[in-house]
């Protein structure tokens, strides 16, 4: 009876969206195509596995401590497999360096190479679950305050070598799987409070990233990611978003947008079609910021909402990649995984189900308040319907459906942990 129910009303507004000229089964097909890139990082509170009781260093923190997170290779990835499976379509999964299978051996981060990832290629392969990858510059005695950018050339050496080999991972990956992986670098370097020497640390993090990047590879594709402060380097990061805009402009790389890495009032979707004019492809990187970068679980705000729309109004789903960024360790975790996805897809079909030929024709006969007026209008067109419609199609739960499943699955594996 439910699925008819989902079936009647997804047949209503399909009429109810022609009349404004949208074809809900094309924003169907094209929803169907975009992949998500799940970070692994959710499912233990960014842990990893090279040292899964370290403290988290770097700038970065997970808060809260609720029961049963994945602790080691095997449940983080039955986890992922459990969240993927309330999630419609088909994902990815993003690797940080520190997620390597090394068989209960420490492996320094200059160290690392392929075959530790190689089980993670066979088990993408086996799921249909394409990788993309991160080095790890936090969580480490030689991290401090600066990595790329550090004076001491021993360190900074240590740290571009670990990049490197993070590069040919990523390049392996791609090969392997017959499709780019994405990798992304991040440093948390900064100061905590004021710095005199900022120009001189800036021009060291340039010289690592030029001899990082000399190396040219086919498979995979760099991306670098600003950040507006961490916890312990709130006065300086080197790399801020304008350092990261001028190197990727000039060197042909993608920039990171992180939603939690800007101002709070800053727009991050007014970013997008200025980048596509000057960038390769751009890396998002969705969370959701309280009052700072707090990582919170991705929700249908306004915020994630804008960005989604501006990806289709740039016409841009095939340069724009999308990747979730988020560790809260508050709440069930595989909860966290299903919540931030789906709102994230549910923006997405919202704005694929927005009436633009009309909006632009308006628009392009100055009629503003007809574009205003459709713009409201539009907001309470029935796209919930055709969502829905989704999640059957794909064979998910629908609606609130998931929340008993996870549930159980909490009752019969994480609370055992």
């Known amino acids: 009876m439910k699925d008819e129910l989902i079936k009647k009303a997804f047949d209503i507004a399909e009429e109810r969206y022609a009349a404004v000229g949208v074809d809900v089964n094309k924003a169907l097909e094209d929803l169907q195509k975009i992949s998500l890139s799940l970070h692994c990082w959710q499912a233990d509170d960014v842990s990893g596995f090279e040292n899964p009781n370290g403290q988290l260093s770097g700038g970065i923190q997970a808060t809260g401590n609720y029961p049963g997170k994945a602790r080691n290779i095997e449940e983080l990835r039955t986890d992922v497999l459990k969240a993927a499976s309330y999630i419609p379509g088909t994902h990815r999964l993003n690797l940080h360096a520190t997620y390597g299978d090394f068989g209960g051996k420490f492996v320094d981060r200059d160290q690392i190479e392929p075959k530790h990832f190689q089980s993670w290629m066979e088990w993408g392969k086996e799921h249909n679950m394409k990788l993309d990858f991160n080095s790890t510059s936090f969580s480490h005695p030689k991290s401090g305050s600066l990595t790329l950018s550090n004076p001491d050339k021993e360190i900074r050496d240590f740290w571009i070598e670990h990049t490197k080999r993070s590069r040919a991972i990523a390049e392996a990956m ?12 991040w440093i948390h370097d900064g100061s905590k409070d004021q710095t005199v020497n900022r120009l001189y640390y800036r ?49 042909n790389k993608m920039v990171t947008l992180d939603t939690g890495h800007f101002h709070l009032t800053e727009s991050i979707a007014d970013k997008i079609s200025s980048l596509l004019l000057f960038t390769p492809e751009i890396m998002l990187h969705v969370s959701r910021p309280v009052r700072w970068d707090s990582d919170h679980v991705t929700i249908m705000n306004d915020d994630t909402l804008d960005l989604a729309k501006e990806i289709i109004r740039c016409n841009a789903l095939d340069r724009v990649n999308i990747g979730l960024d988020y560790f809260d360790a508050s709440i069930n975790r595989i909860g966290a ?30 009629q503003l308040f007809e574009r205003l007026a459709l713009l409201e209008e539009a907001k309470s067109l029935p796209w919930n319907a055709v969502w829905d419609m989704f999640c059957l199609k794909n064979n998910v739960p629908v609606g609130e459906e998931f929340i008993a499943e996870i549930q159980k699955y ?8």
């Open 410 to 417: 909490e009752v019969d594996v994480t609370s055992k942990r």
């Open 337 to 366: 995984y299903v919540i931030g996805s789906r709102a994230t897809q549910k923006c997405l079909i919202q704005a694929l189900l927005e009436p633009l030929a009309q909006l632009r024709k308006y628009e392009a006969n100055d």
């Open 174 to 185: 791609g090969k392997y799987q017959g499709s780019p992986c994405v990798m992304n670098l």
């Open 203 to 251: 021009e060291l993090l340039k010289q690592s990233l030029d001899e990082i990047f000399a190396t040219k590879y086919n498979n995979m594709k760099d991306c670098i990611e600003a950040k507006l402060f961490g916890i312990g380097a709130e006065s300086y990061t080197v790399g801020s978003y304008d350092f990261y805009l001028g190197y990727g402009v000039k060197n």
